[in-house]
């Protein structure tokens, strides 16, 4: 060694060489190495080097036995803790490899590299604004250039008006730098302007194909904006370049949850599962798919394996709770309180906390316990949203004032004229799902789930609109040409084509929120079936008020808001029903449960099907099902829910006020309305 020292020139030179050496022969670098730590026992660079060179030639299990003493040995250095990162991420050993990334960038904030592999494992456990975040960091650390340094600053302090500025002058003058245009997009997304972002996203693609992380975020954004099928084909070419990336394989896992391809999906939390063991939100994701496949123990064994990793995770117990055949154990109930006394409890855990307890107040029939939790968790979480009834309310009227008889009568005989849909809206918690269950059950209709197409055609017609106001696409639809009309139906059909596993002629979309774009549904698919699912407005309207929804329905988190938009819904049925007499059946959950024999005899008639004894039978029918009620329609029809809001009618003042006569000319309309 003293004659390498000496012909390299001293310790400093021979590390060279055999850095050098390592990128070219790895052996002939481990040889270098150890002449070296043969003159400078323990050198620790020498040390670090040969674990990279033993990684090259045995592999990262071999590098990763000399890592871990290393990095124990030297604490406080960041590159020995940032290679021993890289191999455990090599390993697929990642929930180790992000305590071991948030070591390195607390020693070394400016590392550019642990960072970016800090953020992919963000993404794959699910933490989408950690991750953004981390990636910001990365581009700010790595970037030479001092307007996107300022730019990913920004962004990081949310100031995004500061960001666009920047970007944008940027831009002005480098118009092809693809990391500042996926910056900029990723400023239109959190903004709201997700049309601008996709734009911008498709042109870096344009621009750079290779650009991995642009093509990532537009899979991300295609994904929230519901365009599954275009999600799919971005996230299926980021596979096929790196397949054994954990952010893709989330993403695919989520996107394949969506569409239906649920044995996929749980294939692909499993392998999470075994790269993040200890991540309580991976394990909450597989058990939702469980759940959607029917397996009903391994989806309560998961949804425990949450919990036992973290049990300050309120969403874990709510979803146990939303099995609503589940009953929780004392030792739950201990449990959950305990965690409600913690100060620093999330506020969203502490709401999820607040609907299982009063779920298992309500098993108890401890029914005034059961409502002070229920009124607690939807005091909480209105506390976190901006639901302004008036607008809703606002939404109906304008709607009953623009798709009026002759509005129909005008555009009659338009549309794709295609009758393999329908439909079945209403409020939440009305039956949809056990009357889904039931026509699913039919050898000529196929299940789905609650579709988000037609909101999203409304959201995109509205977005064409002159003015702001919500719902107002009524003018778009108006100014549009019987083929642009044919067209908005095909386009429903070809983007919810990715929803079919059947060859099955007619299909069932479930959205309860469509019935606010009947008027939509009526000139791009006039031959599309519309089934109202109605329900007692108490029996409905509570059921919504003890009801967590992971998203949407802001409606529900107060009696007198859910009795309005209650009020609202059966006023915008009645215009359709004198409107378009006839058109929209609808099926009276009561009526359903009390005589399911002739209530399933008249919705095939509608629907224009002949009886099967299978749809009496739906309870056997194995298909996924995602919704709330996901457990309870693989039961026979069972009588319980018909009166379960009696047990809190003294509490539902408040409600009665706000349904009105709503309430006492149920099942029909006023005539006021």
Known sequence: MNDVIENTGNLAEAMEHAKHLLAEDPHQALTQLEEVLAVVPDYPPALLMRAGA?????????????????????????????EYAKTLSALQRGEEAIVILETVVALEPEHPEAWRILADHLAAVGEQDKSESAYLKHLRCSTQNAELQQAAKAMIDNDLSVAERVLKSHLKVAPTDVTAARMLAEVAVRIGRNEEAQSLLEYCLELAPGFSGARYNLAVLLHRSNKSNEALVEVERLLAEDPKRPGYRNLAAVICSRIGEYERSSQLYQSLLDEYPDNAKVWLSFAHVLKTEGKREQCEAAYRGAIERDASFGEAFWSLANL??????????EQMNRQLQRPEIELSSQVQFHFALGKAAEDNLDHALSFFHYEKGNALQKSTISYQRTKNTARVDRMKSRFTGQF??????MGYRDNGPIFIVGMPRAGSTLLEQILASHSQVEGTTELPDIITLAKELRAQADDNEIG?????????????????GRQYLERTLIHRKTDRPFFIDKMPNNFLHIGLIQVCLPNAKIIDARRHPLACCFSNFKQYFARGQNFSYSLDDVGHFYRDYVELMAHYDTVLPGRIHRVIYESLVKDIEAE???VLQYCELPFEESCLRFFENDRPVRTASSEQVRQPIYQDGVEQWRSYEAHLEPLKTALGDVLTAYPSAPISL
Do not use: C, N
């Open 472 to 488: 107002a696409y009524d003018g778009v639809l108006a100014r549009m040409t019987p083929d642009e009309l044919e067209g908005l």
């Open 600 to 602: 399933v005899r008249s």
């Open 324 to 333: 609503k055949t589940f009953r929780f154990s004392e030792r739950d109930i």
């Open 54 to 82: 033993i990684k090259l030639i045995e592999g990262p299990e071999a590098a990763l036995r000399l890592l871990a003493p290393l990095s124990d040995t030297h604490p406080g250095w960041s590159a020995v803790h940032f």
């Open 408 to 413: 129909f009568q005008q555009r009659a005989g």
